[in-house]
């Protein structure tokens, strides 16, 4: 096989990897050279999110600090991050918010999850599946419009705020109260201290 056959396939996993690989935050809501511009400013990042964002509901629903994640499902660096928030949900609310950024299966996936009535497990049997290299779940072949236009729109809102790399999180620094965002995977202990639990 010839590298140009590829060349598709492994734009999608540099720019994972590369998501995998930046975890410092962010100091506004336009993301580094090479990403889109935002038409959202820092001041209005988190409440806009808060406001678009179509996801799912983890952790504490009595916690004053919630965090939005912008995921794909068929992202590693997403896995990665749900599983190291897991041991934090009870003392933070997440939103994951699925996007379609490696293909057509993130957005059928994503619909999948919107609708679940029990994500957490859902996501974990996903994941498992992922990393059993078995694809994640599989979605049926009819899938409302409504829940496929919700993932559509979660990647919209990605553009719009200017962020092109997954896990996209965003967050109120606990310090300041100010929007902040970081994109890629982190571990239990960092997640921890950035978000102030």
């Known amino acids: 096989m010839t590298i140009f056959k590829w060349i598709p396939c492994l734009v999608i996993g540099l720019s994972l990897a590369l998501a995998g690989c930046d975890r410092a935050p962010s100091s506004g809501a336009k993301s580094p050279a090479g990403s889109q511009e935002s038409r959202v400013p820092l001041s209005a990042l988190y409440d806009t999110v808060a406001a678009k964002a179509n996801g799912f509901t983890i952790g504490n629903m009595m916690a ?15 896995a990665q991050l749900w599983r190291n928030a897991k041991p934090l949900l009870g003392q933070i609310r997440m939103v994951w918010a699925p996007v379609r950024f490696a293909g057509d ?14 994500p957490v497990p859902e996501m974990d049997a996903h994941e498992r599946s992922l990393e ?17 236009a ?26 300041t109260g100010q929007p902040a965002s970081f994109k890629g995977a982190m571990g239990t202990e960092d997640l921890r201290k950035l978000l102030g639990l």
């Not at 779940?137 to 496929?148: F, Y």
């Not at 919700?150 to 919209?156: D, I, L, M, S, Y």
Request: a positive charge.
């Open 64 to 78: 004053t600090r919630v965090a939005y994640v912008m995921f794909d499902p068929q992202c590693p660096h997403c």
């Open 105 to 118: 299966i993130s957005l059928r996936q994503g619909a999948v999850l919107l609708a679940s009535k029990e």
């Open 132 to 148: 059993a290299k078995r694809g994640g779940l599989v979605p049926p072949a009819e899938i409302p419009p409504e829940l496929i």
């Open 150 to 175: 919700k993932v559509k729109a979660n990647t919209e809102l990605m553009a719009q705020i200017g962020a092109d790399e997954v896990p996209f999180v965003v967050y109120k620094d606990p310090r």
